[in-house]
T-cell receptor
Framework: EDQVTQSPEALRLQEGESSSLNCSYTVSGLRGLFWYRQDPGKGPEFLFTLYSAGEEKEKERLKATLTKKESFLHITAPKPEDSATYLCAASGGYQKVTFGTGTKLQVIP | NAGVTQTPKFQVLKTGQSMTLQCAQDMNHNSMYWYRQDPGMGLRLIYYSASEGTTDKGEVPNGYNVSRLNKREFSLRLESAAPSQTSVYFC?????????????FGPGTRLTVT
């Protein structure tokens, strides 16, 4: 059975304090690894797709990386507006996308 | 482009009542999905439609039915609501269900069944 585990469940950072969120996955034949951002009361917003180990993608203060067992979302010098829940999802093939439960990030000014 | 839209945003039902959640996308995507999100459980797939004219069960389909009305619209129906169906429901769309394309989500419907 495919599994996606995110850690930590919650993370509190001071503004400017860089850190990483972890997404461990057990999926046979990974087709894609997705990161989403979800603000309170809203739907998930797509951030990145990674397809193969070693791949990296960046957007502003966020950088996503992928290994054969994990993905990391690195947040550099975060700002309060980066506060949100970050979801990871792994696809094992046709209509086999498994979501993690998310990491709730709070950035304190 | 509006992306994915959902109606209503909030709904309160009594046990046994029925209702339909509406979803539409303007991205010309082939595939559409209905998820529910509950605390501590992540997003779980209820039903999906790989393309216009087809629908298939997901992980938690019991108590729900769906209709792919056309390429743009995908509705979710609760025939006889139960308190266990209290949740936040999200509609999503993607290019196709191959697993290599990201999904785009609507704003959600918050449903309470009393």
């Amino acid at each position: 059975e495919d599994q996606v585990t995110q850690s930590p469940e919650a993370l509190r950072l001071q503004e400017g304090e860089s850190s990483s969120l972890n997404c461990s996955y057990t999926v046979s034949g990974l087709r894609g690894l997705f990161w989403y951002r979800q603000d309170p009361g809203k739907g998930p917003e797509f951030l990145f797709t990674l397809y193969s180990a070693g791949e990296e993608k960046e957007k502003e203060r966020l950088k996503a990386t992928l290994t054969k067992k994990e993905s990391f979302l690195h947040i550099t010098a975060p700002k309060p507006e980066d506060s949100a829940t970050y979801l990871c999802a792994a696809s094992g093939g046709y209509q086999k996308v498994t979501f993690g439960t998310g990491t709730k990030l709070q950035v304190i000014p | 482009n509006a992306g994915v839209t959902q109606t209503p945003k909030f709904q309160v039902l009594k046990t046994g009542q029925s209702m339909t959640l509406q979803c539409a996308q303007d991205m010309n995507h082939n595939s559409m999905y209905w998820y529910r999100q509950d605390p501590g459980m992540g997003l779980r797939l209820i039903y999906y439609s790989a393309s216009e004219g087809t629908t298939d069960k997901g992980e938690v389909p019991n108590g729900y039915n769906v209709s792919r009305l056309n390429k743009r619209e995908f509705s979710l129906r609760l025939e006889s609501a139960a308190p266990s169906q209290t949740s936040v429901y999200f509609c999503a769309s993607s290019e196709n269900p191959s697993g290599i394309y990201e999904q785009y989500f609507g704003p959600g419907t918050r449903l309470t069944v009393t």
